[in-house]
């Protein structure tokens, strides 16, 4: 289901061609020398500049677009790949219902790598079982997708992991799962075709991303399984509420602020109760089946592309730290739901202490799925609604919210996906690309001992607390005043719960580019923050070692030690700030405004 206040994918395309053929051929274009069209294809006036420190990868991708071309995807005048993908199912729906089964049914594993609750694998099984055929399943790894999607090695190695763990299941279950690795991405389409003929397969089955790429490559394929004869059905998995489905009353639009989103998820949910409804393990295959398709079992799990390889120290630090597979990830869940749900909302901010679920490794790479995370939540607690419960309860069910939230922004603001923050004038600031300050602040050095340990975590644990990843990021884009893109890419080449949409969301909050973003003006003071969530410094005493030598648990001076202990904090070999916060301040502030034309 679409967003009620998209226009059709046909709509949009003619509202595209008007406004170029009215820019080429009006009288106002004489007068003129920028039209319409123009602005809609010509980059940002600043990309030259973000380009050479990275932030767009033009071996993949074309310039940051322009502000002009950002609004155009707002006003549908530019077709949302989502709606495209909408389009596609709706117009294949009929041809695609007559098509007969063929020799094998084709489960397509992407971001979903678990057996249970699983939608399009139900699906895909029901199917298969109801034909009497094989239920053969696909993972496609793809190293220039992994490169262009910026994937860090540590999740990568989780992914490899998981695959592993989710073949041994489902060969349980007689049901083979195939990997094959694709080296060009251009050449996904056609491995997947070309598999489902090497089995005679009429039907696949894959649950819907909701990223650009893969919108768009899987728009194609629904159009090509179609002019085949074949079929392909893309289900509705991640969120628990599908993106269009919730659109504000007065508009009709998509929800461009949380609270409102949230209120009318929750009420959405209540609803329409089956949203939250598990679907079961596939049942086992026949044997007579499982012979059929023997050559598929087996498969070898590759080794990391070159370009995400770990050392062996670091392949063995987080298998320990994040062992693979779903059923590693329900034990996290019920413990964290016997355990620490009660008192999330009280603990949550408090980085030294074990209060969160660590699941947002399973959720990023699909080992786990949030409508089993929310009935599970119900089950422990005993809540009866959403909004009724402990508070820890309700507050943990708000931050699995925040996820559904940022794919739906995703659908209704491709562009977020392309380089341009939400709110595109913010496209405007003039960021710094200090190559030394940048340097430091991904290797702990800055001098504000939260902010260093914050980003040593992140290289130690593949992972960062929730509220240090809004402290270093606040640090970076307004203290530092460096580019916040930089910070989202180095996240996601470090993070193994690097996840698209959240990572974006979570940077355009903190860099006040974004989505409900909080105003530009309020900045985070690291020292404040470090003294009000890391009291005693347990948490900084952790991972920067150097200060745990020379102040003691409690000591004040651990949240800003030059301004306190400068002569202790100098001989540990800990850097100065690398600038004071007061005097950034005023800085960021004077270039928001500079950029925003206030």
């Known amino acids: 289901m679409g967003p009620k206040s998209a226009a059709p994918a046909s709509t949009a395309a003619k509202r595209k061609a008007s406004v170029s053929s009215s820019s080429a051929a009006g009288g106002d274009a004489k007068k003129s020398k920028v039209t319409t069209a123009d602005k809609l294809h010509a980059p940002h006036s600043l990309h030259k500049i973000a380009e050479e420190h990275g932030v767009v990868l033009r071996k993949y991708y074309p310039h940051e677009m322009s502000n002009a071309r950002a609004e155009a995807y707002i006003d549908d005048e530019i077709p949302k790949p989502f709606d495209e993908m909408v389009a596609a199912l709706e117009e294949t729906a009929k041809d695609m219902r007559g098509v007969k089964p063929g020799g094998a049914v084709v489960h397509w ?71 094959e690795t694709v080296d060009k991405r251009k050449n996904v389409r056609s491995t997947v075709h070309t598999f489902m003929e090497s089995w005679n397969a009429n039907h696949l089955f894959a649950n819907m991303e909701y990223e650009v790429d893969e919108l768009r490559r899987e728009t194609a394929l629904v159009r090509e399984c179609a002019s085949k004869g074949k079929s392909m059905t893309v289900i509705h998995d991640t969120c628990v509420v599908p993106p269009g489905r919730l659109t504000s009353s007065s508009s009709g639009r998509p929800y461009a602020v949380y609270t409102p989103w949230f209120k009318t998820w929750k009420q959405h949910i209540h609803d329409n109760e089956d949203l939250v409804d598990l679907v079961d393990t596939p049942a086992k295959q026949a044997d007579d089946l499982k012979a059929k398709v023997s050559k598929l079992f087996g498969c070898a799990i590759p080794e990391s592309p070159k370009n995400k390889q770990l050392t062996k120290d670091e392949k063995t630090r987080f298998a320990k730290l994040w062992p693979a597979g779903e059923h590693e990830a329900v034990r996290r869940l019920q413990q964290f739901c016997d355990d620490r749900i009660n008192g999330y909302s009280r603990n949550r901010d408090f980085p030294a202490q074990d209060a969160t679920s660590s699941l947002s490794p399973y959720l990023a790479c699909g080992a786990i799925s949030a409508r089993t995370m929310i009935q599970t939540a119900f089950d422990r607690t005993g809540a009866k609604a959403l909004d009724r419960g402990t508070d820890g309860f309700k507050v943990w069910v708000s931050e699995v919210a ?102 974006n969301g979570g940077w355009g909050f903190s860099a006040s580019v974004g989505v409900d973003p909080q105003p530009y003006f309020r900045i985070f003071n690291p020292t404040r923050q470090s003294e009000r969530f890391d009291p005693d410094g347990v948490y900084i005493r952790h991972y920067v070692p150097e200060l745990a030598k020379v102040f003691e648990e409690g000591a004040s001076a651990i949240h800003e030690p030059y301004a306190k202990e400068a002569a202790k904090a100098r001989k540990a070999g800990y850097p100065e700030p690398l600038v004071p916060h007061k005097d950034a301040r005023e800085k960021a502030l004077a270039a928001y405004k500079k950029g925003l034309g206030k």
């Open 109 to 179: 594993f992407k971001t979903d790598l678990r057996t249970n609750d699983n939608r399009a694998l139900a699906m895909a099984a029901d199917k298969a079982a109801n034909a009497g055929v094989p239920l053969i399943c696909l993972y496609i790894i793809s190293p220039e997708d992994w490169e262009a999607h910026l994937r860090a090695p540590v999740r990568v190695d989780l992914i490899l992991r998981t695959l592993k763990v989710l073949q041994d299941d489902l060969a349980k279950l007689n049901i083979p799962l195939w990997i």
């Open 402 to 503: 925040w996820r559904d939230f940022y794919r739906h922004v995703l659908a209704g603001w491709p562009y977020v996906c392309m380089n341009k923050p939400f709110k595109a004038v913010y496209s405007n600031i003039e960021w710094s690309y200090n190559k030394e300050h940048f340097t430091a602040w991904c290797e702990g050095r800055t001098g504000y001992p939260i902010v260093d340990a914050a980003m040593r975590q992140l290289r130690e644990q593949g992972w960062m607390h929730n509220r240090c990843r809004m402290i270093v990021a606040s640090f970076l884009a307004k203290d530092l005043l460096i580019d916040w893109r930089m910070g989202e890419k180095f996240f996601m080449e470090n993070l193994v719960d690097g996840d698209f949409s959240s990572n």
